[in-house]
């Protein structure tokens, strides 16, 4: 009730003086008890929470699952006295220790987005003026508490939710609070019952625009309105991103075939009479061999990655998985300002000489193209220059002019940035033209006055100019300026007038009249006493110059983006707080509506039909007014949306947004949504991915937002869209690229259950491979360039298009994977043969391979061999099939590269970091085998240097035949081949 | 699959995992500790069992019958064609003297002196102690060397002939029947775990590998109860 209560009344209830302040003691007391004026950051998850969940999240599970089995069986054997026990509790410890690391690693990236994020919101400290002790301090805003006094001025932002109790031209800008754009002035008054509506409360977080003001702080932190709102937002949920649910599917589809296949062949193997234990060992080996360890931690490094690089393109990624989502979204519902357009008024058009001009409204506009030759211009841009109260900060000479920063409110903004570019050096011809009288724009005049000496010495006349509604300008003008000759103002040139007005109001644009007057030297001399309460001058009978139009311009890169996304299949959705035509006008320009496209509006006014019998169905596009908005129901709004692919929604609130929001999801649609103000911080949170601006944004709105927009600009969505969609097929790629080795590492443990062999490949060897040799090359794959123009496809069905689909796991598994498996048990038989074992008699050798006692064990040839010479033969075989798994993910590496286009449209050497992937698998094996071939625990042996190339053929085979996939795909689309072939 | 067709089927291509050799004793049940109780006959005759089932190859007659006398303290170098077979020279279980279980056929098991036969492991084409016949010790592996008090070796001083090398492999070298070299334990200490190492002995050989505990040498524990 504060807004009703009076400056002692004020005073009274929060013990305070508007002249001296609260004292710091008393300060102090109430900063304890109310706590510091900050919006507290929604609830975080602990640390440790988030730890144990990356410890326990995926393939950890199972992982853990046998790494206990693999200690059961340790203590059962060393119960038993077995000779070596430590083999299974050396294993337990490293699953165990791929887990924590592994767990530690997301931790650490997560962590790091984190990181990100709250160091952006953390930048410059608020800083507020406050009187304290009967003296003005700089405090942080975060100390604020009731009952201060603070000072504001133009530019400040609101340090809380204040009662003003003296203002001079005070504005704020609303925005961020109720989403208009329109400053609104501020005065000391009650106005209204509604303490959001009345005139004298300033609210925390919105910015004063221009003016000064003091005022009395009546509540901090939390309890401003904007604290209420932020406090709502975090009740509507998160949800569950697109890559989140692909990645759950996939592990699902992961761990259910590893655990069927794990108990299917611990079944077989019980009833093939093994023991129990070394079923139990058997199982853990399976799931190993198909568990990807390494996998989980390549996507949070390929989706970093991607979020560099699309911060680089200025989009801040907070939630990593939100990459993806952008590159799946199949709406953008937008803001106008800032967004799309450049969130600054420029001068669009002119009018005089009974003729429209059309400017340069470009960011980096430095000449005006327009024919200036008329001296009716010359009279406009003295008008233009003259008759303004906006100026340049001063020490920016530099700076190109659009850069500048400029004290004055948008329109004078946009008039003196217009006439600096075209006339040069404004403040220097204002100088030469002493301003000797000035009338400040009034919303009940509507209009602007100043009266300057002129620059010719020989003309001692003064120069009355005046700029204001063009209605009201025209009610004072008698003569109009027409190629400099000033000319009776008639009806047929006040038609031309109402024409041109009419035309550039349609456009949306904000249009200003311009008219001067020269005063008759005899009647206004040198020393008359220019007085503007009684106004002792001449204000009607003027002569009308021109007119000028400004608009907030579309940003240059925006049709082009906006196109991109209409090529991309994605409904771009323009909801703005402005006026209709001024949205609908913006919507044109930069083709959210299309220039063949029309309204029911449009419709109705073509065929001069009423609007009620217009096919709504003929219209593809629709403007959408938030009074209209409020009225439909649930089932017309989603008519509208199904309905029309070219919607605006205009003068529509926050809250309103929202209600888009949830109607785009319900047809199914991946919705992003951009927003700055704290009261789009639901829709934020509500959209699939939400964007807030970096520049304008609140920081509510970062706070709820998944994306930030470092520059604003809505093509940097859009590019934003093209990474994310490039990550999704680069994630197949590294998934089938890494799901391929799985089978080259289960057959062995399959083979040796039902064919007795001496094992193939050893547990601790599959780890190498899965988080040695294979880690580098699969994150390689997400640097890999775009197959085709990938905006050119529609976005990903959610429910169709998954990342892990049937057939990419049926030609990873059954047809590479065999492959690739095949290779390896060559080497492996090779190995063994030339050593002595012929491969006929390793089959169903097992039993006695293994058995301790039996030192003299005779080979194909007769020789004897002891336990040891064989255990080592068996890790010559492990290092053999690691190596020859090693060279064909190399080929598996290349393939993957591509889904459809050859390797060789690709380009074999583009992606250098495929190459460096590859050069990595390589060393690191040569490491392995040669530099820790001498490390008996870890099973490798030097090996000889021939068995590197068995393997080699079968990678080749591998390379063809994708070849020969790919070119059938690209042969014969949609056929059989295709469906089943293309993953 | 073609690479299995370039194998040669008498040689294999590399033999540097399997020599040097490894060493094995019979008799052999399931382990390397023989204990026995000299007055229950049913704990050592699986022992003799397995001894004498182990020696029929090594019968006097058998071997004159398959194979040939060779020139002792030489290797039996057998060159021309690979594919040729090769003879083998005899060796007969009666060169196994006390121990050959012809005159006591409970190899000593009967009286707690047992006799325990070593063999090296059959490389092809390896030829042990490069000239100088390897020999065979035996000592107290862990504990109080006055435990094993003496070890008698058959034949000869417990050598394992030159003529017997080198192996041509399972394909050619159909008879040949690897050379023994039996230890006859004839004072150990009784009711009482001997932990024993015997050894080969001789240029190229290995014995001390801790990974591989039968690399050159074998460790058994002798427990002989009356």
Redesign the interface.
């Known amino acids: 009730d504060d807004h009703k209560l009076s400056t002692s009344e004020l005073e009274e209830k929060y013990g305070t003086s508007i002249n001296k302040g609260l004292s710091s003691a008393r300060a102090a007391e109430i900063l304890a008890r109310d706590g510091p004026n900050s919006l507290t950051p929604p609830k975080a998850t602990p640390e440790i929470v988030k730890f144990l969940k990356q410890m326990v999240g995926g393939f950890s599970i199972l992982l853990w699952i046998g790494a206990v089995f693999s200690w059961i069986s340790f203590g059962i054997q060393f119960a038993q006295g077995a000779e070596s026990p430590f083999d299974n509790l050396y294993l337990g410890v490293v699953l165990a220790l791929v887990v924590i690391l592994t767990g530690i690693f997301a931790y650490y990236q997560e962590a790091k987005s984190t990181n990100i994020m709250a160091s952006f919101s953390k930048m410059i400290p608020q800083q507020a003026l406050v009187i304290r002790d009967a003296e003005k301090k700089e405090l942080p805003a975060d100390q604020l508490v009731v009952g201060d006094i603070v000072e504001i001025k133009g530019g400040d932002r609101i340090p809380a939710d204040i009662r003003l109790i003296f203002t001079q031209g005070c504005k704020v800008d609303n925005s961020s609070l109720t989403g208009e754009s329109e400053p609104q002035s501020r005065s000391c008054d009650f106005t209204h019952d509604n303490p959001l509506e009345t005139r004298n409360i300033a609210f925390y977080s919105t910015t004063c625009v221009e003016g000064t003001a003091t005022g009395i702080v009546i509540n901090t932190g939390d309890r401003t309105i904007i604290g209420r709102i932020a406090s709502l937002a975090s009740g509507v949920g998160n949800e569950k991103t697109p890559i989140a649910i692909e990645i759950e599917h996939f592990v699902y589809l992961v761990a259910g075939v590893a655990v069927s296949i794990g108990v299917l062949f611990f079944i077989i193997s019980v009833s093939m009479r093994y023991k129990i234990l070394d079923s139990i060992i058997f199982l853990i080996g399976i799931i190993v061999a198909n568990v990807p360890e390494g996998l989980l931690a390549t996507v949070t490094v390929s989706l970093s990655l991607t979020a560099k690089r699309m911060a680089k393109k200025n989009c801040l990624v907070k939630n990593l998985e939100a990459v993806e989502t952008l590159g799946s979204t199949s709406i953008i519902c937008s803001d106008k300002t800032g967004t799309l357009t450049q969130n600054r008024m420029t001068v669009a058009h002119l009018w005089f000489d009974n003729q429209i001009y059309s400017a340069d409204t470009s960011e980096d506009q430095t000449t005006q193209p327009f024919d200036q030759s008329s001296p009716s211009w010359t009279a406009l841009s003295k008008i233009v220059t003259l008759c303004n109260r906006a100026e340049f900060r001063p020490g920016q000479e530099n700076l190109p002019i659009m850069k500048r920063v400029v004290v004055g409110d948008a329109s004078e903004t946009a008039l003196l940035k217009f006439a600096e570019v075209i006339l040069g050096d404004v403040m220097n011809i204002r100088a030469r033209n002493k301003k000797v009288a000035e009338i400040p724009f009034n919303s009940t005049n509507k209009f602007q006055l100043s009266i300057h000496e002129t620059d010719d010495p020989n003309d001692k006349r003064f120069l009355l100019v005046m700029k204001g509604a063009p209605e009201r300008i025209l009610e004072r003008c008698s003569t109009i300026m027409i190629n400099g000759k000033e000319e009776p103002l008639d009806n047929e040139k006040a038609e031309a007038f109402q024409t041109a007005y009419m035309e550039l109001g349609g456009m949306g644009e904000r249009v200003l009249g311009f008219c001067h007057l020269y005063l008759p030297e005899n009647e206004f001399p040198d020393t008359y006493p220019f007085d503007t309460d009684s106004m002792n001058f001449p204000t009607s009978n003027l002569c009308f110059v021109g007119l000028l139009s400004m608009i907030d311009p579309p940003r240059s890169t925006v049709p082009d983006a906006v196109s991109k996304c209409r090529s991309a299949g994605i409904k771009v959705i323009m909801v703005t707080g402005d006026h209709p035509i001024t949205a609908k006008a913006i919507a044109k320009s930069v083709g959210i509506i299309s220039a063949t496209s029309e309204t029911v509006e449009d419709i109705a006014k073509r065929l001069n039909i009423p609007v009620e019998q217009v096919n709504r169905r003929e219209a593809t596009a629709a403007v959408v007014n938030g009074m209209e908005l409020k009225d439909m129901s649930l089932q017309q709004l989603d008519d509208i949306l199904c309905n029309h692919s070219e919607i605006v929604f205009a003068r529509t609130s926050p809250q309103q947004k929202l209600i888009i929001v949830e109607g785009c999801q319900r047809q199914g649609a991946v919705v992003a949504v951009t927003g700055d103000g704290v009261n789009d911080s639901p829709a934020l949170k509500k959209a699939d991915i939400g964007i807030a601006m970096g520049i304008a944004g609140s920081d509510a709105a970062k706070n709820a937002a998944d994306m930030v927009l470092l520059d604003d600009n809505f093509a940097s969505i859009v590019t934003g869209v093209e990474e994310g969609r490039l990550i999704f097929d680069n994630l197949k790629k590294t998934i089938a690229y890494t799901l391929t080795k799985n089978i080259a590492e289960l057959c062995p443990f399959l083979i040796y259950i039902i064919a007795s062999i001496p094992m193939p490949i050893g547990t601790i060897t599959i780890l190498f491979i899965d988080l040695g040799t294979d880690i580098i090359p699969s994150v390689a794959l997400a640097y890999e360039k775009a197959e085709s123009d990938i905006m050119n496809r529609r976005p990903r069905n959610k429910r169709k298009d998954r990342l892990v689909n049937e057939q990419l796991a049926v030609y990873s598994y059954l047809q590479i994977g065999i492959m690739q498996s095949v290779g390896a048990f ?1 080497t492996y ?2 190995v063994y ?4 074992f ?2 006929s008699t390793l089959l169903g050798v097992r039993v006695d391979w293994e058995n301790n ?1 039996i ?2 064990f ?12 064989r255990m ?2 068996q890790w ?1 075989g492990y290092t053999a099939f690691f190596v020859s798994i090693t060279i064909q993910q190399v080929a598996d590496l290349i393939i993957r590269k591509t889904r459809r286009n050859s390797i060789f449209q690709q380009g074999l050497f583009r992606n250098k970091v495929v190459w460096v992937g590859i050069f990595s698998q390589i060393g690191i094996a040569l490491i392995l085998t040669y530099g820790l071939g001498h490390v ?1 625990a870890l099973n490798f042996t030097p090996l ?1 240097f021939q068995y590197w190339f ?1 393997a080699v053929p079968f990678a080749i085979l591998i390379w063809v035949y994708d070849e020969v996939r790919k070119l059938f795909i690209r042969r014969y689309p949609g056929s059989w081949w295709d469906k089943n072939m293309y993953y | 699959y073609v690479m299995l067709l370039t194998l040669s089927p008498y040689t294999p291509t590399y033999r540097d995992r399997v020599s040097p050799p490894g060493v094995m004793i019979r008799p052999y049940l399931n382990g390397f500790t023989i204990a026995f109780n000299v007055s229950q006959p049913s704990t050592w005759q699986p022992y003799v069992d397995s001894m004498h089932h182990f020696l029929t190859a090594y019968d006097d007659k058998v071997q004159e019958e398959k194979n040939i006398e060779c020139v002792s303290g030489q290797y039996f170098i057998q060159g021309g064609n690979e594919s040729e077979e090769k003879k083998a020279c005899q060796f007969k279980r009666s060169l196994l003297q006390n121990c050959s279980g012809i005159e006591d056929p409970s190899f000593g098991y009967s009286t707690g002196q047992p006799c325990i036969l070593l063999k090296m492991n059959r490389i092809i084409g390896y030829r042990p102690g490069a000239g100088v016949p390897v020999s065979v010790d035996c000592k107290v592996q862990k504990g109080n060397e006055s435990d094993l008090r003496s070890v008698d070796f058959y034949p000869g001083n417990g050598t394992f002939d030159l003529m017997y090398y080198p192996y041509y492999g399972k394909m050619t070298h159909v008879n040949y029947t690897s050379p023994l070299v039996a230890m006859h334990f004839t004072d150990v200490k009784k009711n009482y775990l001997v932990h024993i190492q015997c050894s080969l002995n001789g240029k190229g050989i290995i014995n001390n590998i801790n990974s591989d505990r039968f690399l050159g040498r074998i460790i058994f524990t002798l427990s002989i109860g009356k």
Do not use: H, I
């Open positions: 060559v038989f090779t043969a030339e050593q002595g012929l491969p006692a030192n003299d005779e080979d194909s040839y007769g020789q004897e061999w002891t336990k040891y010479q080592y033969l010559t008996t000889r068995v």
